[in-house]
């Protein structure tokens, strides 16, 4: 009997739909786009003839009302991810939504208590984890090869310039934590097994809109454990997380962004010289980690199971982004 397909809703036509998610329903065993919504009728139409997805709507409470859709998956603009999981969830939908899955863990955890409530599962799209790379790197934690792991580096930046983008704007829930730097987190918190004790960030933030364009963080982990990360939102485009260990140094090329259609590399040097005599490189398959997480996802409603990483890993993550602003207010550690 083949698995039963899962219909999603699509809130909203941002560019991470359109790049994304809507091309990662061609590879999906478990989901497929029924429907799309966007607060331009046209948009929505012309979106939804370009992915092949049967119905448009001029309204997100119209896609809301159709009762053929059991999931969603929301990309709209930070400030409304709260209010319209909410929605969807009273709606009776299950709900996938984008990062952060709330402004912070008050809302987080306003999410958890209707999902309870409605019967239905929320999720926090944070998409690395079902990459392959990433299960592999996991493998490799306490292996001959790494040994003992101590710390994790993370990186991640782009250049977005000052101006109209949402990204740049405090009212809509902008600036670069929020953006990326919960990935640097949840990669942390995967690979530790724990979230983090304590916290602590330094702050610099664009002098016109008030936004953090560049952030730099310490997290304190279980037995010692560290996690230094950076993001920014006004330096090139870069992303590296590297793993420490005992007897070696796990590097992730490309953590956050890989591209769907080849191989990631992991790079492993035992550290016998500077000059990379010892490392051995890893290749990895090429993955939609987008699909895998739709699957995952869509398996679990169909089963009737909580999907991997739900509302309550959500609040986990919430609770330490909260803890570095008010870090930054304080110039002291800050506990999540």
């Known amino acids: 009997m083949p698995p039963r397909s899962v219909p999603w809703g699509i ?22 786009a029924a429907a799309l919504a966007a607060r331009d009728p046209e ?11 049967a119905r448009a709507y001029g309204s997100y409470a119209d896609l809301l009302a159709d009762r053929s859709i059991e999931a969603v998956y929301i990309p709209l603009p930070n400030d409304q991810h709260f209010p319209w999981t909410l929605r ?42 079902f990459h392959p790379q990433w299960q592999r790197a996991r493998a490799l934690l306490g292996s001959e090869r ?38 640097a987190l949840v990669a942390a918190r995967w690979l530790f097994g724990s979230p983090p004790e304590r916290v602590i960030g330094l702050f610099e933030r664009e002098p016109n809109r008030g936004v953090d364009r560049f952030t730099s963080a310490l997290a304190a982990f279980p037995s010692g454990r560290q996690l230094l990360f950076g993001v920014s939102t006004g330096l ?3 992303q590296s997380v590297v793993v420490y260990g005992t007897r070696g140094r796990l590097t992730i090329e490309t ?8 191989p990631t590399r992991l790079l492993i040097d035992d550290g016998r010289d500077l000059y990379g005599s010892g490392v051995e490189v890893e290749s990895v398959p090429a993955a939609d980690q987008y699909a895998l997480q739709l699957d995952a996802f869509s398996e679990a ?13 959500a609040i986990t993550n919430m609770r330490a982004l909260d803890a570095l602003f008010r870090s930054e207010r304080s110039g002291c550690w800050e506990r999540p």
């Open 11 to 32: 809130l909203g036509a941002a560019r991470i739909a359109e790049r994304c998610v809507l091309p990662a329903f061609k590879s999906t065993r478990h989901a497929h």
């Open 43 to 53: 948009r929505a139409s012309a979106l939804a003839a370009q992915f092949g997805i």
């Open 88 to 129: 969807a969830l009273d709606a009776g939908k299950h709900v996938l939504c984008e990062k952060p899955i709330a402004l912070n863990a008050d809302q987080a955890r306003a999410i958890g208590e209707a999902s309870r409530r409605c019967g239905r599962q929320a999720a926090e799209a944070y998409m690395i984890r």
């Open 146 to 183: 790494l040994g003992e792991v101590h710390a994790v580096h993370s990186w991640f930046s782009y250049d977005n310039p000052p101006g109209e983008n949402l990204r740049n704007s405090p009212v809509h829930g902008g600036g670069g934590l929020y953006d990326i730097g919960g990935y």
């Open 236 to 238: 090139p485009r870069m």
């Open 255 to 262: 953590p956050f962004n890989p591209a769907a259609d080849r």
């Open 301 to 313: 409603i169909a089963h009737g199971r909580a999907p991997p990483f739900g509302i309550d890993d």
